[in-house]
């Protein structure tokens, strides 16, 4: 049985929390395969409202199985804190599956990155902080430590004190706060018995189901244009945020692959440094971020807005193999009595439509709009895509049609019953 990818067109915060969870009506098994605790994934059930930053959006669908994969960087104390919320409110988190090759942030992680943030690194890239980039560069430089060793105290504390000590070398020379290290043990400690009966190969497990039929659905964090390799360098996050992730991070060859599902707003917003070509500075701006609820999930940061960027979208829908267009939020444009798209960059009087490798390019981009007639009354009760109004559904086909895809999906609300199939 296939496997369907789900991620972010943009630059994170696409809703694809949302997505996923009305995916999964009919699926066995979700799995996230990269990223951490580094992505807030807002799931709305009636009138509660669930934040999730590690554990799959499937948790709330009773019989799925929830994978955290291999390609994930995970901090094991607050795993637990986000398990132990789960559980209280009744859910079951025996479904979640740790992966044994996950690599594992600790609190030296968090100081780093905040210590790389404050200038002893490069740049400033406006982290969530949460320890994701030190993390990665530890698994890539060979030091860090898998959640296998979770079950494996006995082996987890050398290797933990080895790394706390060598971090509290670089923090001395910094002139900031010594981690305790006993004291920090002791919550690792904690952590590792609480999670080491969800640690397993989950490998194995995600391609057994696949040979028993199951149906698998990979839920991606973040968005293609905060992809280590395809987005904004150095401003973006530390994995492959692209479809292609799924298959390393997860442990799942290509051919099993079957629907790329992109989550992608119906306008344009990124938390964090880097360049942004439609970003507002406007009126507008500040009406899509208010009427949006732009705020981050994880920080409660303000999300820079702007205008649809079907240049960058069409970037991040090719690498990602985008068949399936989600397009969220569309009631957020619902006031405006006009609405522009991106349709190119213009970079030193050159015309493109080309998404630039470039930063300084990037910075240097003007862009060029399109203006598309708004609708003026809500959507947010529309049930079917006849129910839209027809500058909406104009829009909606415009905006398919920059980025080469089709829309499966659109959702006019946070609710389950605002999203439907086109
Ligand atoms: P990091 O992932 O914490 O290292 O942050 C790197 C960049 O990615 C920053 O610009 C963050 O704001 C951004 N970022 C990380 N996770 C998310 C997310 O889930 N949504 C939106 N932006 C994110
Ligand atoms: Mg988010």
Known sequence: MPVDILVGTQWGDEGKGKLIDVLTRDV?????????????????????????????????????????????VVDPVALTEEMKGIAEKGFD????????????IFEYHKRADVL???????????????????AYADKMHRCGIRAIDLTAPERLEPQFRTEAAKY???????????????????????????????????????????KEGKKILCEGAQGALLDIDHG????????????????????????????????????TTRVGEGPFPTELFDEAGEQLRQVGREFGATTGRPRRCGWF?????????????????AVTKLDVLDSFEKIAICVAYE???????????????LQAVKPVLEWLPGWQCETSGATCWNDLPENARNYLKRMAE?????IAVVSVGPRRDQTFMV
Not at 32 to 40: C, D, I, P, S, Y
Not at 173 to 183: C, R, T, V, W
């Open 232 to 267: 904004t360098y150095p401003f973006v996050t530390s994995s492959n945020t692209t479809s292609g992730g799924a298959c390393t991070g997860a442990g799942i060859a290509p051919q099993h692959i079957r629907d790329s599902w992109g989550v992608i707003k119906a306008y």
């Open 402 to 406: 920059l980025v080469d895809s089709s």
């Open 347 to 361: 970079i030193d009087g050159r015309i493109t439509k080309e998404f630039p490798a470039s930063i300084a390019e």
């Open 93 to 104: 988190v025996s479904a979640i599956e740790l992966s044994n090759r996950a690599q594992l």
């Open 28 to 72: 066995d098994m979700v799995v996230r395969f990269q990223g951490g605790n580094n992505a807030g994934h807002t799931v709305e059930i009636g009138s509660e409202r669930y934040v999730l930053h590690l554990v799959p959006s499937g948790i709330f669908r009773k019989g799925v199985r929830c994978v955290i994969g291999n390609g994930l």
């Open 168 to 210: 509290n070398k670089l923090f001395s020379e910094h002139g900031i706060a010594q981690l305790d290290i006993d004291a920090e043990w002791e919550r690792v400690k904690e952590a590792a018995a609480y999670l080491a009966p969800r640690v397993c190969d989950t490998v194995y497990s995600i391609n057994a189901a696949l």
């Open 116 to 134: 790389n943030e404050a200038g002893a690194g490069s740049k400033k890239i406006g982290t969530t902080k949460r320890g994701i980039g030190p």
């Open 309 to 325: 960027d079907a240049v960058a979208a069409h970037y991040a829908c090719m690498v990602d193999g985008i068949n399936k267009l």
